[in-house]
C-alpha cells in the first residue's frame, strides 16, 4: 500500500518571515545608500498603517462583544479589568525604576558636556514635534474613555472608547444570550470572521509597509545618528534586553510559559512591528493567536487593548534612561530623592501616552518641570529629537511582549487560560482551530477530560 502524501510545505518566499526580512533589510539600503530617495517611501508604510486602523476597532469591537457575551457575568469582566490595571502599574514602576538604574550604571550621558546655553530654541523644536499638544490631565482622560458618540470612536480610531462600548454592548447582549446565541450575537460573530479575513489580505501587504517604514527612517535620519547617540542606543536596547529576561521569568512561574516558545509562534509579528515601528500594525493578529494560544476572548480583548495605553513597559524604560540621559549630558547629579521623585512623577507622565502625538517628548517635558530642577529645562529635550524615532523599535517590541505576558498572567489569574492548549501551540503540535464564537475552556483540572462541548466547560466560561 501506497505511503499517504505528505502535505507540501510552502515554498520559503511566500512565507511571510522571510518576505518581512527582505523588506526591512531592502529598506535599512535603501535609506543608507539613497537617503533622499528612501525618505520618500514613508507613504508605503503610512497607507499599510492606515489599512490596519481601518479594521482594527471594529476587529477589537466584535472580539469583546462576543468574549464576554459568553462569559456572561459582570463580576468576572470586571475582575478581569481590575487585575489587568493593578499588574500594569506594578509592572510599568518596576520598568522606571530599571530604566533608572540602567542609566545610573552604563550613564549614557556622561562625555556630552552640552552647554545649557546652547538650547535656547530647543522649547520651540519641541513644540514643533509635538503640535503644540500636551498630555491630558488624569481627570480629563478618564472622562475622554467616555465616547460622546458610538459613532464618533469608531470614526476617530478612539481603542479606549471602542473597548468602553464594546463592553456595555457584550454585558447587554449577554442578558439576552442566556437561553442561547441571538440573532445579534451571530451576526457579530459573523462579522468578526470577515474582518479577520480582511485582516489576513491585509498581512500580505506587511512586507511593503517594513521597507516604506525602514527606508524612510534611515533616510529621514541617517546612520550617523546611531553613532553620535550609540551610548543612549545601547543603554535602552541592553535595559530592553534585561527586561525581557525579567518578563520571561514572570511568563515562566506565573503561567509555565516559555517566552522563547511564545516568540517562536508570534515571530511574523515581533518583526512586522520592529520593521514598521508600531504595535497598531500587528493588534488584531496578535490578539487572534493568543486566543488560539488558550487565551480566553475576553481576557484578550480586554487586557490587549487597554495594555496599549496603560502598559507601555518599553515606553517608560525609554523614558527612565532618557531622563538620566538628559541629566549626565547637562552634568547634573540627580540625588536618590530626585530620582525617587522622577519615578513618581513619571508614573502618571506615561499613562495614556498612546496615540497622543510626540508623546514621549510630552511626558519627559512635564517630568522635567515637574522635576524642578534649575539647569535641565524643557529646551534640553530637543536633544532626543534626533534619535528618538529611531528609539521606536525597542519601545514598541518591549511594549507589545509585556501587553502579550500581561493576557497570558490576567487570563491565568482569572481561571480563563486553557493551560493544556498553550503548552500543545508553543509545543508546535497541531491543535484544532477555535470559531470565533467559541471560547477557550477555562483553566481547571475539572474540565481538562471533559469534551468542549459539554454543559461543564460551557457554564464554566
Known amino acids: 500500500m501506497d505511503a499517504a502524501p505528505t502535505p507540501s510545505r510552502t515554498p520559503i518566499y511566500r512565507r511571510l518571515f522571510p518576505q518581512l526580512i527582505v523588506g526591512i533589510v531592502a529598506g535599512i539600503l535603501v535609506g543608507w545608500l539613497a537617503p533622499a530617495f528612501g525618505a520618500t517611501m514613508k507613504p508605503f508604510s503610512d497607507g499599510f498603517l492606515a489599512l490596519i ?32 490595571l493593578l499588574y500594569f502599574e506594578v509592572v510599568t514602576t518596576f520598568a522606571l525604576v530599571f530604566g533608572l538604574v540602567v542609566g545610573n550604571v552604563m550613564r549614557p550621558g556622561a562625555g556630552f558636556r552640552i552647554d545649557p546655553a546652547t538650547l535656547s530654541d530647543g522649547a520651540a523644536a519641541i513644540d514643533k514635534a509635538t503640535k503644540d499638544g500636551s498630555l491630558p490631565h488624569f481627570a480629563e482622560f478618564l472622562l475622554g474613555v467616555i465616547p460622546s458618540s458610538v459613532i464618533n470612536a469608531f470614526a476617530t480610531n478612539n481603542t479606549l472608547q471602542v473597548l468602553f462600548f464594546s463592553v456595555l454592548f457584550g454585558l447587554a447582549l449577554a442578558t439576552f444570550s442566556t437561553a442561547g446565541p441571538t440573532i445579534v450575537g451571530r451576526t457579530i460573530e459573523q462579522l468578526g470572521q470577515i474582518f479577520f479575513t480582511i485582516m489576513g489580505a491585509i498581512m500580505r501587504l506587511s512586507p511593503i509597509g517594513a521597507f516604506g517604514a525602514m527606508a524612510s527612517i534611515i533616510g529621514k535620519y541617517g546612520i550617523a545618528s546611531l553613532a553620535s547617540f550609540g551610548k543612549l542606543i545601547l543603554a535602552c536596547y541592553v535595559a530592553a534586553a534585561l527586561f525581557i529576561l ?25 518583526l512586522l512591528a520592529l520593521g514598521t515601528a508600531s504595535t497598531e500594525a500587528v493588534m488584531p493578529k496578535i490578539m487572534e493567536k493568543l486566543t488560539h494560544a488558550g487565551c480566553s476572548r475576553a481576557a484578550t480583548g480586554l487586557v490587549v487593548p487597554t495594555g496599549y495605553s496603560f502598559n507601555l513597559d518599553g515606553a517608560t524604560l525609554y523614558l527612565a534612561i532618557c ?5 549626565q549630558a547637562l552634568g547634573v547629579d540627580l540625588s536618590l530623592g530626585e530620582q525617587i521623585t522622577a519615578v ?25 518641570t515637574a522635576l524642578g530642577h534649575p539647569e535641565i529645562t524643557v529646551a534640553a529635550v530637543a536633544l532626543l529629537l534626533g534619535v528618538d524615532r529611531i528609539m521606536d523599535s525597542m519601545r514598541v517590541s518591549v511594549n507589545l511582549l509585556g501587553n502579550c505576558v500581561a493576557t497570558f498572567v490576567v487570563a491565568k489569574w482569572e481561571g480563563q487560560l486553557d493551560t493544556e492548549r498553550m503548552r500543545k501551540v508553543m509545543n508546535g503540535e497541531e491543535v484544532p482551530e477555535l470559531p470565533f464564537a467559541e471560547p477557550s475552556p477555562t483553566d481547571t483540572t475539572d474540565t481538562r477530560s471533559v469534551p468542549p462541548s459539554s454543559p461543564q466547560v460551557r457554564d464554566a466560561v
Open 53 to 84: 486602523k481601518m479594521v482594527i476597532e471594529p476587529i477589537i469591537f466584535c472580539l469583546v462583544v462576543v468574549g464576554i457575551a459568553h462569559v456572561g457575568d459582570l463580576k468576572s469582566v470586571g475582575r478581569i479589568g481590575i487585575k489587568a
Open 246 to 270: 525579567v518578563l520571561a521569568l514572570v511568563a515562566r512561574f506565573a503561567v509555565g510559559l516559555n517566552l522563547w516558545k511564545f516568540l517562536r509562534y508570534t515571530k511574523d509579528q515581533f
Open 323 to 327: 531622563l538620566m540621559f538628559l541629566a
Open 344 to 368: 513618581l512623577i513619571l508614573m502618571l507622565t506615561s499613562k495614556g501616552m498612546a496615540g497622543v502625538p510626540g508623546s514621549s517628548f510630552l511626558a519627559l517635558s512635564a517630568t522635567v
